[in-house]
């Protein structure tokens, strides 16, 4: 019998396994008699179910177990609490820290405009040292805005991944799912679609990873040079 | 250096024009006006006399690049001096803050050495 190629070869060896099977579980049945009810399925059946077929329907059993394998894994990370509790709760704290370190902020700044009013009532070496460290101060002060702006980046982060979440849960539709299987891996979340993280990269840049103040000098010298 | 120059401060964070507004004091500019987003800079500085202009670039709904594309666009403010008070610092940004005719940039944090600095230096050319 010519080989209609490996696929074929596979179920014909499934399917000996098969009968083997169903031998030793009724050893009263002839070989025979399975024989002529399974040409008695086909012949109902017209030649509707191919070799390759039963391939697909194969591959497509294992696809839903795979699904549903799936399914069970992002339930079992209760994702739902996370975009509903968890993320949520880590917005507000990091709000309440913008908050309070501004409100911090305009504490110190007023305190620090009060002793530079008492300047001009200073002998005047007194004075210099005074505004001197008032000027340090209103400096230190801008961390606020820096802080600021980082930590609204970091929040940004968080409401996407939060949509995104809600967007695997409405995907996979996981109402009403209980967990059973461990944790799914953070590349399966990843790979799927739905909106897509802001970058962090606008903004304050992290400390050695962006251009100084003389960096900036000498690229608008280089323009500058470079029109002239 | 012309200590009287009447200089608009732009930014959205209250704070950040409350530190520059003290700083500028602290180096004798006292003649400091404020506006917390571009359309009412543009306001003050279509009614007002200024001789510089020193905004923030992450503001909201109008950015620092965009009032300054409408400072130089128009013909009664383009020839203020403008300096861009900004945390981002990435060389795409600082080239397109040049091509829209920034005079100066500064990186935040900041001292008041170098906002004197770039004030010295803008007004000098002005």
């Not at chain 1, 009724?26 to 017209?46: D, F, K, N, Q, T």
């Not at chain 1, 591959?59 to 990370?77: M, V």
């Not at chain 1, 996979?172 to 962090?200: D, F, R």
């Not at chain 2, 900041?110 to 004197?116: M, P, Q």
């Amino acid at each position: 019998m010519p080989s209609n190629g490996p696929e074929f070869d596979r179920l014909c060896l499934a399917l000996r396994q098969r009968f083997s099977e169903i031998g030793t579980r009724y050893p009263h049945v002839a070989p025979e008699m399975v024989a002529e009810v399974v040409e008695a399925v086909l012949s109902i059946m017209g030649g509707v179910i191919s070799a390759h077929d039963a391939v697909l329907l194969t591959e497509l059993k294992d696809l839903g177990s795979t699904i549903a394998k799936a399914k069970a894994e992002i339930a079992a990370l209760r994702v739902e609490e996370i975009a509903a509790s968890h993320i949520p709760a880590a917005t507000d704290e990091l709000d309440a820290i913008v908050q309070h370190t501004a409100a911090a902020t305009e504490a110190i700044l007023e305190s620090c405009e009060k002793l530079d009013g008492l300047a001009d009532k200073l002998a005047s070496k007194y004075a210099t040292v005074l505004q001197s460290a008032t000027t340090r101060i209103f400096e230190a002060c801008s961390f606020q805005d820096i802080t600021g702006q980082r930590i609204s980046k970091v929040v940004a982060t968080l409401k996407t991944i939060e949509a995104r979440i809600a967007h695997i849960v409405a995907t996979v539709g996981m109402a009403n799912m209980t967990p059973e299987a461990p944790a799914v891996s953070g590349q399966q979340v990843a790979n799927s679609s739905g909106p897509s993280l802001p970058s962090l990269e606008n903004g304050p840049p992290l400390p050695g990873a962006a251009m100084d103040q003389s960096d900036i000098d000498r690229l608008l010298a280089s323009i500058e040079s470079g029109s002239d | 250096m012309d200590k009287t120059t009447n200089i608009l401060i732009v930014d959205d964070y209250k704070t950040m024009l409350r530190i520059i507004r003290n700083l500028l004091r602290q180096i004798d500019f006292h003649n400091v006006d404020e506006a917390t987003d571009g359309a009412e800079a543009l306001i003050k500085l279509r009614t007002g006399n200024y001789g510089l202009i020193i905004s923030d670039w992450n503001m909201q709904p109008m950015t620092g690049l965009q009032l300054l594309q409408e400072v130089r666009a128009d013909a009664r403010l383009k020839h203020i001096p403008f300096i861009m008070v900004t945390a981002e610092s990435k060389a795409e940004n600082v080239v397109a803050a040049k091509q829209a005719g920034v005079s100066n940039y500064i990186v935040k944090p900041f001292n008041a050495e170098t906002l004197r600095e770039k004030i010295e230096k803008v007004l000098a050319h002005a």
